[in-house]
């Protein structure tokens, strides 16, 4: 495998995570970084996830990584700022989590593979896609569900 295939697999990850969201969030395209040998591919959720919603996006994401067969390697608790850590059986880690202002985090790393060229992500960002911009901002939409102030 080669890094664009890498990348590949990483936004495949990625894509699935997403569609197993709902109802679904606003997101962008975060940085992609190269190392010598590997990559990590990010997505920043516009959404807010209030706290008392944090919980239940979790579940949603470990469920989807569990039925994709990814396994759960590490769950932070911290009622602010959870994660989420897991990894596929072919060495690609996920992580999700949730920062400041209840804005979520998602990143694959791919494990050490072939050096090549890596092309920016396909996937279109579903609002702003924020390109060029640094940092991207907070999260700047609401959400009847994920933003919720209490669980529905």
């Not at 990850?13 to 040998?37: E, Y």
């Not at 959720?45 to 949603?60: D, K, N, P």
């Not at 759960?72 to 999700?96: C, H, M, Q, S």
Request: hydrophobic share 40%; aromatic share 8%.
């Amino acid at each position: 495998m080669n890094m664009q295939e890498a990348a590949d697999r990483a936004d495949a990850l990625l894509d699935l995570t997403f569609k197993a969201i709902r109802p679904p969030v606003q997101w962008a395209h975060g940085d992609t970084t190269t190392g010598s040998c590997d990559l990590s591919r990010r997505r920043v959720v516009m959404t807010v996830i209030s706290e008392q919603m944090r919980g239940s996006f979790l579940g949603v994401v470990e469920r989807a990584w569990e039925k994709a067969d990814v396994r759960i390697t590490n769950v932070n608790k911290n009622k602010e700022f959870p994660a989420l850590y897991a990894k596929t059986a072919d060495g690609f880690g996920l992580r999700l989590s949730i920062a400041g202002e209840g804005q979520a985090f998602f990143e694959v790393a791919t494990p050490c593979v072939e050096e090549s060229e890596v092309a920016e992500p396909t996937a279109e960002p579903n609002g702003p896609s924020y390109k060029d911009v640094d940092p991207i901002p907070r999260p700047n939409v609401r959400s009847p569900f994920w933003s919720a102030d209490k669980a529905p």
